[in-house]
Each structure stands twice: as C-alpha cells, then as structure tokens.
C-alpha cells in the first residue's frame, strides 16, 4: 500500500496532535544511542526462600526471581561517512572512507526457560552488532537475537549456558490496582537494582502515555523505573512475571508503564517459532463512546450518532480492511465475534487474537440501523509499524 492511499478523513474536533512525552527506558552513556516456549510450571505453587527475622515478601520475591534477571549489553558500529548529498560542497576532495565508530548501551531483561530464552524490548537491541548478557553470577553469555516486533516492542535473545535459572511467569490479566508491583533491572549501569510500588493502573494506551502506538493496554506502577531498566521483569508479591517494564513519562516521578507479561508470552512464542509476528488490523481509528463525545458530535458534525455505548468509529482508512467490508466514519462498533465491546484496548485484542485467516463478525449500529459486517484483517502495512 502507497503513501497516497493513507488518506483519512476524521470527525475534526475529536482529532489532535499530541506532544510525546514518553521515553523509553534503556540506558546508554552519554555518546552512545541508546520450538515452543515452555513458560515454568505453574500447576506447583512457587516456592519461595525461607524467610528469616529480617525478610519479607520482597525480599523472597527478588531472591526467587532475581538470579534471572540480566543486563543486556549491546554494541553498535555508527558510521561517520560523509552523506552523497555534502560531497558536491567538498571541493573535489574525497574523504576516506570511515570505519565507524562503536557505541554501547545497556538493558535489562529475564530469562524466561531452561533453554535459555532471554526476554527484553525491541529497542534495546534495535539494529545491535553484537548483544551480551550478563548474569548475577558473573556469568557473561554471547547472545543470539531471535527476533524482534517493533510494533509491540518486544525481543527474545539465545543464551547458551549450563544450569540457567529462569523464572516463574505469572498471569497479567489478573492484575488490578493496588496490587504490590516489584521491579528488577540495571537502571543507569546499577546492576539488580530492586524498586518496590503497586499497580497503579491496567489497560493504559499508548496515547495516553505519549509513544508510538504499541497496541497493547500497558500496566502502569509508581515503581521506580529508569533508564536501563528497559526489559526487566515486574514481579507480583509471589515472585512471579506480570510485566515487562518498557517505558516512563519524562519529567515526571512514579509513572513507570510495562508490557503485560500474556502479551509479551504471545509475541515471543511467535518470534521463536517463526521469527516475525502476524499483526492482523482492520484499518480504523476508534474512541469508546461516551455521553459527552455523543453530544459534541451530534452537534458540531454532519454525522449522527445514536448509540449510547460502544466503540464510535472516527476513521476509516482508505483501501483498509475496514473500508472493503463497508464500515463508514460516525458508525458504532457494539460487538466483535458476538462479544460486546466498550473498550478499544478490549476490541484491538480481539482484532489480534482473530488472526489473519478468518473473518471478524462485527455488530455495528449505523444511526438506528444494526448491520453484521464481516471484516477480513490484513497484515498490519509496513510504514504504520
């Protein structure tokens, strides 16, 4: 699909550019720049250390899972050639070619099976030359990057190494606010740096913490996350894996955002098994519909709105899913697969665990009709990863 074809055409005062404010957490000096998956056997309660007078649930929880926790050392060789574009200004003098010069950067990450599978973001080792880890032990392993998803920001490095420990994943859909949130990770170089919070909020969206759309309902926590901590684990009280830390708002203290753990699970099984990740969308942008956006789009739009709930269709783009299946701007998504649907974050989830090769049944109230269109996702395009 060309760059023509992305012609949408939105309801206007609903639509906004937004400043970015969040930052990615992996940390590099001041030059730099920065087989199926067997996920632990949760059917065994977790045992955790035996505590002693001075312990707690913490400190259990980080001896439990702190061994797997890595730094994830990466290099890259950045080119200083002069661009073709300056050489005309040279003069006819032309320079030597340039080797480059090599910059590191460091991460975080967990290691996730015996097999020696490493979990971090995409953007640690985006574009990395060579890719180490570290282990608490002193143990410095090579490392392979199997794959990498942009687009949700998740990566799976290969260690190979006897007697790794790995740790315990949990289950992020049973995370609720309020809950304990623990954090290991090697913020500005400080290795197994624990930091403790809750669960601030679930379900948190992209735009709303102002980085490129992730398609994932981030975990928010007020435990301390910083640069370098990209990729390590958030732990619950148990000890267990319920999120990836990935990103923090700049300038701000206490809100940290992380990759649920099934999410992070899901990608990764798909990037051992074939190295890439099936995006399936539709090609809409969407809000949940409230009362308030009702009331303002029946009143400053020539497109009217019945619905009381649902998820109010703002665009569709051109040549999309969406479009060939006849879902138009102002329409009311109510149901997908015969589930309701009030919340975006829920019907992007359903959109991807659909899959590319069967159709979306969606229930759609267009003014005060009810339709039943079928939409067959495509491969999310390129140039909107």
Known sequence: MNKAQWHWHPIPFLLSVLLSVG???????????????????????MQLAQADPGSNFVTAAVEAAGPAVVQVNVSKTLSTDVPDFLRPFLGGVQPTPSTGRVVQGIGSGFVIDADGRVLTNAHVVAEA???????????????????TDRVTDVAVIQVRGDNLPHVTIGDSDRVTRGQWAIAIGNPLGLQETVTVGVISATERNSTAIGIPDKRIGFIQTDAAINPGNS???LLNQAGEVIGMNTAIIGGTQGLGFAIPINAAKRIAEQLIATGSVEHPYIGIQMVPLTASIKQQINAASNVQVDAEQGILVLQVARNSPAAKAGLREGDVIQAVNGRTVTDANLLQRLVEENGL??????NVLRRQRTLNLAVQPDQLPAQVQ
């Open 231 to 233: 990729g390590g684990p």
């Open 129 to 147: 030359d060579t890719v180490s880890v570290s282990f608490p032990d002193g143990r410095i392993l090579e490392g392979e990057v199997l794959g």
């Open 23 to 45: 930052l990615w957490v992996c940390y590099t000096p001041p030059i730099a720049l920065a087989a199926p998956l067997n996920w632990g056997d949760r059917s065994q309660p």
């Open 357 to 362: 090769n069967k159709k979306l049944e969606l």
